[in-house]
Every structure is written in C-alpha cells, then in structure tokens.
C-alpha cells in the first residue's frame, strides 16, 4: 500500500545564503548553524544538541568561530552553533578552517573529562559513546589533569527501569528537556549550580513515564542506563538488525542488538514518518516473552487417554487434517490480532479454500456487527488518508473511545507534539486522563454509551481539516461507529481507527471478518467473490457471511461448530472468557497454532507451535495503512510461521492454499489488492443510552500500557512501572454508595467481582473507571467491558486488584 499526500504543497520557506568553511550554501530561515554545517557535510561535535528537542545550549561544545566579514554579523568570541539561526550574508568557520574554533573545542571536551571518570571498559556505552568518539576526533592527545576526579554513590535508582550514574553526566539535559518537551514527565530535573550541578530526582515521586527509555538511549555518555542491560553486553559484540514493534498498531522502527541467538536488547529506529527516533517502553523492553521457559518447540497432539503427547510434524498435520475433515466445514477460524499480515492472509485463505467457510474472525476482545460494518466501508482495502504528520497540521483532533497514551503511545507523542504547536485536540471520554492534561487538551465528557451523541453535537465544529481518531473500545458502545461516519460525512473531517493490536489494521485488510474478503471486497457481492476465488483458483466461495467470535464460540456443538482453528488468542481478552472456556471444553476437535502454552494450548487436540515475532519476517500494517515490512532477527531454522503450518494443513486436506513462505503470501495478498467496486454499506445504528439498573453504576474501562499482558513476560523492572489498580470515581458516587475516598470497594456482576481502592475524580455521577488488566483482569471477572453495568459497594477487603469468580 503506497503512503499519499493528504496536504496541500506548503508555501515556498525563505532561503538564507551564507558561507561555512569557504563554502557558500542556502539553507531555509530559521535554521540552526549546527545543521547548515551538515548540508555542506560537516560535523560539529556536540552533546546537548538533538535535533528533535529544543536548542539549549548546555554542553558549550559546538563552538564555532563569526568573524566579522564587514556586515555586522561578526561575534566577538567562538558561540554555540546549536543555538544561533543562520543570517544573510553570515561568514562561519567551524573546527575545519579555523583554529580558534578547534582549540575553543579542545579546552571544552577537556573541561568535560575533568571529573568524567576513565571507566569506559565497564561502562554500557563504551564503543558507541560519543563523548569517546569526539575525544578521540576533536580532543587532546593526553590529560593535563592529575588531581582527584569528583565522585558519587551509584547508581541512583531514578526509576525501576533507569539507573543513574552522576559522574558521567556531562549537563547535557537532553533527558529533562525530553521529558518536559517529548513525553510531558518532568520528573526528573537539573539541579544545584556550578561544580555541584547534578541530575536530581524528588525522592517522593519517581521517574514515572511511559517512554523513560528514551532518555537512556539519547543520552550522549554513560550516565543513564538500563536496569535490564546494565552491564550485559558490549556495543561491539552484538549484532544490530531493524525491526518493527509488536506492541501497539503504531508500527514504531526499532533496532534489535542480539548475540549468540540471544536478544540483549532493543532500541528506537529513526523514522521521521512513524515514530521519530521516540518508543515507549514497552517496545524498549518487553522482548523476553518468547523465552521465558514455557515455549513450545514440539507439535503436540492428544492420544486416546487424553493427554497431549509429542509427534513429528508430518504426523500432527496428518491429525489436525483429519479431524477438520470431520467436522465437513463446520469449523470457526479464531486468528487473533496479532499475526503479521501474511499471516492473517494465510488464516483467511485458509479459512475460504481449505475449509469452505467464512466463519472467521480476528477480533479476539469485545467486537459487534455494527464494529465490523465500519471497517469493511472505512477502513479494508482504503488508501492511507491519515498520517502521523497530518496530526501536527490538523485543525483539530478529536479522539473517541481511545486513549492513547496507554493504547497507542507513539501516537500520544506525536499528538503531543502537535498540541505544543497549537492543534486543539479533544476528547470524548468520561473524564481527564493524565495524558490528555499533557496535551492541554479538552474534555468533553460523556458517561459510556454517551459518547455518540456528544460526536454528534461536536460535528458542527469540525472542518475538513480536523481529523477523528476512532478506538477499539468504541465497539462496546451503541451508535457509536455510525455516529463517527455521520461525523466524517457532514463535516469533511477525515477518520483514522487506531486498534491496540499490532496485527489488527492488516487482519482487516486480509479479510480476516466474516463478511468481508481481502482487500475490502464484501462476501455478499458475487463480483467479489468471483474475483477472489479466481485468484484463489477455487470454482466458488460461498454467498452468505459467517459468524462472528462470540456467535462462533456460542455455537460450539454436534450440530453447529464442530471444529475450531484458534491462533494467537488469549482467553482473558474475549467478551466472555467463562463461556469461550466452555466452548473450549465441548468442541469436538480443537487446532491450536501457537507460541507459547495457554489455555487454549491447554484444551487443545493439536497443538502446533508457531515462530514469535523475532523469528520469522513479514509486515504489520499499521493504524495509518502503512505497510511496516521486517525480516527474522534471528534464523532458527525448525521455526515454522503459521504461514507454513496452515499450508501444510492444506495439503494433507488436499486444498493447497497456494503459498507456504512469508514472500509468497504478500505477493498473493498484493495481486489481489484493494476493491474498487462496490462496498458493505456505512452503518447506521441509532445511538442508546440504557439508564443503570438500581444500586449499578455503568463502567468505563481501557488497558493501561503496563498491564499483565503476557508480551511483558519476562520483564520485571518494567513491570514495576505500572501504575497503581485504582477505581476511580466522583464524589457523589463514592457517597452515594458510602464508599470513603481512598478506600476499598468492590464492583461485580453476576459473574464476579472485583475489588481495589478508590480514589476521588471528575466522572459523571454514577459513573467508576477502573484498569481493564492491571491486577484485576476485569472481562475475565466481570464478563462485561465498557460501557457495561456493575455493581458497587464498599468493601473490607485488604488486597490490592482482589477477584472473586
């Protein structure tokens, strides 16, 4: 899919001409001496200077010499490149034609190494270091300094995740500025004057921040470093290979650096379109999952005592093959949203040629027909209409059902970004979140169920310019995907869905939906099933659409769902886990493709084990529509992708599928392309707003970043970062119900409850907000999600996140 221009070509930038190191260059206005240098390719070495915070000035290392030449643009001693905008007619000499410049360099970097201790053959950034590199470049041959260096107590724990050695600092304050002006945390900060000058912390209040790693791997010596890395690899000992993050639908660039087959650890890629050179921490660290002891490395299948036991893969492809035959296409397909795109193409055909069915469906969370609708007339199959860069230039955002700091944090950053530029970005939600007040943002708040109508209010407001960011957990309210396309109908503003998963944007371009084919083509239309059988080579498809998760799983039994194919899909994620474990429980013959053991792996008849993300290549398609492509950071040749595994399944059924590796499966998704022919219709469900029941309050929920989600096995530190399980809810509520601020209570269903401490907010009155999946795994113990009716009540419990079942 191929990224358009959705903005009109700017207005010509006003060119500056001036002359660095004898060479005449025209750079725009506004630019910074430190970058007209590169144009000419020159490098002036610096430490505070990145080009994505704000100049500072600090270090005093890019020391540069303005002579006068005659039109009053001269400066009397060397000055900071990083901090001066270029002028008509400036004359510069940097380190290269000028003495003065380079002995002013030289003194600087040996004032820095002054207390900077020689520790480099232990420190995490030796090899890569720039202070090495610019001592080595621009520095003294030898020290001067023969007197003691000034010393502290290491490391400071600044946070779980972020370690401090004061005496690498060189003041730089790259990590405060990317706090304050980046990620909107100033936890950490500056302090004292002079020698005495240090990164301090408040004690009370740790460095809490969802992108703290950033700081580590902007910082230009070792003074930050990772609790997780901390002295377990040298730069230059490991193997650096781009990747694309697996955590969220932004589709962030990051660098993977492994050794001997071991992952060590993971940076930021730079990609000025997606991620910038920022991620959040959950990209940074959560890598382990894979290898935390229950991965599966043998097919498994079930033998008649009904125990799994170990087989060969041609045997266990034998078995699963039988058993789908058996169940004569009565089989659901159950994806998951986090496959690459190749393989939700492989589930989907697969599902279509192998077993005749169109009973398949990705969306392994709470999920509806008005949901699916919007998608296949929106969403599958569409050119990109949304950037990351339209976000800066926007008239303004409106987010609904999305909060984006915990469910999309690359596009928090750069929606932060774009409200320190002045784009007003607004929410519909029941109440502010920490991330909105870091934008600056406004609220307009709307119980849960309510947010339809409050959009439908909004429109009036918007322009062609704005732009609506639509969540996943809009599909739990009524009306709600049908009021965001009234919006974007009558107001021009352009509409961007942004789901959690990774694998979401590209399972729906994939046809993984039971009415929809690839590429946005509907199963109803006959055109489009012709064309896509004709590029599958079968003679037909069938005309009516499946059923969706939820109707698949409630129709497990002798004569309905006789057989599932699940890949991927974590029971506690599903609108009912009690019934899907029922399902489990009672389906005559279950497929489970799968990384790691689950409960699905648990009940499970074959169990065949699938390659993890670092393993295998392909491409995520992420919230934009930008296709993300990867290759396997690390080449394990008995690693099989779901890929190969569902053709061999084919196979043995006598349908081949037509592809069995990764390349071949884009290909076959790429000629089949978008649909230009006619479309599932837009939805129009009316909005509602059942009032709640007596003694009920109605429950707005979302996953926080750091959750118990099992792609953080593994990490402790990082898991030590999440932020508290907290119910939160107004005043009048907690009154209404005597529940003391800061006390215990007690939300529940029939089905079960749940029970953490409450804190005082602005919510509507009889309105509570808790964590989806942090200590308490709220649609595994409530069976409802948000927007849903629980009931409240004080409770005595002492337990943190307690769950009754």
Request: a negative charge; one cysteine or more.
């Amino acid at each position: 899919m191929t990224i358009e221009a959705t903005s009109k070509t700017p207005a010509p930038v006003e060119q500056v001409t001036l002359t660095i190191d004898d060479v005449e260059v025209s750079v725009p206005k506004g630019t910074l001496l430190i970058r007209a240098a590169e144009v000419i390719g020159v490098e002036i070495p610096r430490f505070c200077d990145h080009p994505l915070l704000e100049p500072v000035g600090a270090c005093r290392q890019c020391l540069v010499d303005i002579p006068d030449a005659g039109n009053g643009r001269g400066m009397p001693k060397p000055q900071a490149s990083c901090t001066i905008e270029v002028a008509q007619g400036m004359v510069v000499q940097t380190q290269v034609t000028s003495e003065v410049a380079a002995k002013a360099q030289r003194g600087n970097l040996e004032f820095l190494l002054i207390n900077h201790p020689l520790d480099c053959p232990v420190c995490d950034k030796g090899g890569e270091c720039p202070l090495q590199n610019q001592s080595m470049s621009h520095g003294a041959g030898e020290s001067r300094f023969v007197e003691t260096k000034r010393t502290f107590p290491k490391p400071i724990k600044v946070s779980e995740q972020v370690l401090l050695d004061r005496e690498r600092c060189v003041l730089c304050a790259r990590c405060t500025r990317f706090s304050e002006q980046i990620a909107g945390d100033p936890f950490i900060a500056l302090i004292e004057r002079g020698a005495n000058q240090q990164v301090g912390i408040y004690e009370q209040e740790p460095f809490s921040s969802y992108f703290s790693g950033n700081t580590i791997q902007i910082c230009p010596v070792g003074a930050l470093t990772s609790a997780d890395y901390r002295f377990r690899s040298r730069p230059f000992d490991l193997v650096s290979t781009p990747s694309i993050a697996e955590h969220d639908s932004s589709g962030s660039a990051i660098r993977v650096d492994h050794r001997r087959g071991t992952v060590m650890r993971r940076l930021a890629g730079d990609d000025p379109q997606v991620n910038e050179e920022w991620i959040t921490d959950k990209d940074r660290f959560c890598f382990t999952y894979a290898t935390t002891g229950d991965r599966l490395r043998t097919p498994l299948v079930r033998d008649e005592s009904g125990e799994l036991q170990p087989a060969s893969w041609p045997a266990a492809l034998a078995v699963a093959a039988r058993g789908l035959a058996a169940a004569k296409g009565k089989v659901g397909v159950l994806p998951g949203g986090r496959l690459t795109a190749e393989d939700a193409f492989a589930y989907s055909t697969f599902a279509r040629v192998a077993l005749g069915t169109h009973d398949i469906d990705f969306r392994s969370r709470p999920h509806g027909a008005e949901e699916a609708d919007f998608l296949a007339s929106h969403v599958a199959g569409r050119p990109v209409d949304v950037t990351f860069t339209d976000l800066e230039h926007a008239s303004r955002v409106v987010l609904v059902g999305l909060e984006p700091e915990d469910e999309a944090g690359t596009v928090f950053l750069r929606l932060r970004k774009a409200a320190r530029a002045g784009v007003p970005i607004t929410t519909i939600a029941a109440h502010a979140t920490r991330g909105l007040r870091k934008m600056s943002g406004e609220l307009i708040q709307a119980a849960p169920g309510q947010e339809a109508a409050a959009l439908a209010e909004l429109t009036a407001t918007l322009d062609a310019r704005a732009i609506v960011l639509v969540g996943e957990r809009l599909a739990t309210v009524e009306g709600g995907f049908s009021a965001v396309g009234a919006a974007a109908s009558m107001s021009g503003a352009r509409v961007a869905w942004i789901p959690r998963r990774a694998g979401d944007r590209g399972a729906v371009d994939a046809g993984c939906l039971p009415g929809l084919l690839p590429g946005g083509r509907p199963v109803t239309d006959a055109e489009a099933r012709a064309d896509v059988a004709a590029a599958w080579g079968v003679k037909s498809l069938p005309s009516e659409p499946g059923r969706d998760l939820s109707t698949i799983l409630a129709s497990v039994g002798p004569r309905g769902v006789r057989a599932l194919v699940v890949g991927g899909v974590e029971i506690a994620d599903l609108p009912d886990p009690a019934a899907a474990r029922a399902a489990l429980a009672k389906v005559p013959f279950l497929v489970s493709l799968e990384v790691r053991t689950s409960e699905v792996t648990d009940a499970a008849d074959v169990v065949l084990p699938v390659a993890p993300m670092v393993e295998r290549p392909g491409s995520f398609v992420n919230w934009e529509g930008r296709v993300r492509s990867f290759g396997a950071v690390l080449n394990e040749p008995n690693s099989l992708t779901d890929i190969r595994v569902l053709a061999g399944i084919a196979e043995e059924l006598g349908k081949p599928i037509g592809f069995r590796t990764v390349a071949a499966a884009r290909r076959a998704l790429d000629e089949i392309g978008s649909w230009d022919g006619a479309r599932t219709p837009a939805p129009q469900v009316a909005p509602a707003d059942h009032a709640s029941p007596k003694r009920q309050v109605r429950l707005a929920t979302w996953r926080q970043l750091v959750d118990d989600g099992r792609g953080q096995d593994g990490q402790a530190q990082y898991l030590a970062t999440a932020r508290p399980a907290v119910l939160l809810a107004s005043e009048s509520t907690l009154k209404a119900f005597d529940i003391d601020p800061g006390g215990r209570a007690t939300i529940s269903t029939s089905s079960g409850s749940a029970t953490m401490t409450t804190r005082a907010a602005d919510l509507p009155h009889g309105v509570v907000w808790a964590p989806g999946n942090n200590g308490v795994q709220l649609t595994d113990a409530l069976a409802t999600a948000h927007g849903g009716h629980v009931t409240l009540a004080p409770s005595m419990a002492h337990t943190t996140g307690e769950v009754n079942a």
